[in-house]
């Protein structure tokens, strides 16, 4: 499976509590964000992978979850109205965002 399966998988697959802990509050959001970057770093992925991931889970996130809040909201509408030439760069900052948090 490749990696950025795995992201949309490993989100798809988080029980409704987890999802609930990880989206009811931004940082949460940020920080949950930040240790899967740190997790792909270590596993030796590059930052065009990491994005390619982080365009997978935003792509789920954005068709299957509601925003909890207006962070949230915002980039939600960001990446819906986003053609696929925007996305990639909006996901690029996304994991630049989140690998600083950490």
Do not use: C
């Not at 490749?2 to 920080?31: G, P, T, V, Y």
């Not at 590059?46 to 954005?62: G, I, N, Y």
């Not at 809040?69 to 819906?80: A, C, D, H, S, V």
């Amino acid at each position: 499976m490749a990696h950025e399966d795995r992201a949309q998988h490993a989100a798809k697959n988080l029980s409704q509590e987890d999802k609930n802990e990880i989206l009811n509050n931004f940082q949460n959001f940020q920080d949950y964000l930040g240790n899967k970057v740190k997790q792909g770093e270590r596993l030796g992925l590059s930052e065009e992978a990491l994005t390619k991931a982080a365009q997978r889970v935003a792509d789920f996130l954005a068709d299957k979850e509601e925003p909890r809040n207006r962070e949230e909201y915002l980039l939600k509408q960001l990446w819906l109205v986003a053609d696929e030439e925007n996305k990639k760069p909006l996901a690029n900052t996304l994991v630049k965002l989140a690998d600083q948090t950490n």
